[in-house]
């Protein structure tokens, strides 16, 4: 499945929240809220939030409320403009050369925050809860490598083998990227 054909089919869901199944997966199309926890896929909202990796990591915030604890996110964002600014490369290089914790404390102890230091701190957050994998067909190596997050190949090979891997075969699909902010309400 390219990009494009999951755009296509994603959008097919707008404005919605129902259920779907596809190939066996039960796909939670969602509009507001979810009853209860489960892995999350996440198309984003397109151009330009999808132009560079610091406005991804803007998509990868929005549905921590409703994965689970050691859930996988995939994010799929095209990110055709690179990695974003030079000083949010850096605070990625930062990130990838002291690990999340040490980075994390290091940008605790300063009186001011570096420039766009901010989206690097608020990708902690989304990999503090779970696995992060991004398909991206912007990036080259070197750079998916300062994303810190777990590069993948193909949507669809990642959703069966998330699937497989955890036996639920419930995926969230959140179209809209960060203007639907999915929450947790136990039912």
């Known amino acids: 499945m390219n990009r494009n054909s999951l ?3 994603l959008r097919q869901f707008r404005n919605c929240d129902f259920q779907h199944t596809v190939g066996g997966l039960r796909l939670d199309v969602l509009g507001v ?12 909202a397109g151009y330009p939030l999808d132009a560079t ?10 549905p921590i409320d409703i994965l689970a604890p050691g859930g996988r996110l995939i994010i799929v964002s095209e990110c055709a403009e690179g990695l974003g600014s ?3 490369i850096e605070a990625q290089r930062q990130l ?34 779970g696995t992060i994998q991004l398909y991206s067909t912007g990036l080259n190596k070197e750079q998916r490598t300062l994303t810190g997050v777990e590069p993948i190949d193909s949507v669809a090979s990642a959703v069966l083998a998330n699937a497989a891997m955890n036996g639920d075969k419930a995926v ?16």
């Open 96 to 129: 990838i050369e002291r690990g999340p914790d040490k980075f994390l404390q290091s940008i605790l102890l300063k009186s001011h925050a570096a420039i766009d230091e901010w989206e690097t701190q608020m990708q902690l957050r989304a990999m503090a809860k």
């Open 172 to 187: 969230a699909v959140i179209p809209e990227g960060p203007y639907v902010v999915p929450f947790y309400r136990p039912g």
């Open 86 to 88: 030079e000083d949010f």
């Open 53 to 62: 990796y610091y406005q991804t990591v803007k998509g990868m915030v929005a």
């Open 7 to 9: 755009r296509l089919h």
């Open 33 to 44: 809220h979810r009853v209860r926890k489960a892995e999350a896929t996440q198309e984003l």
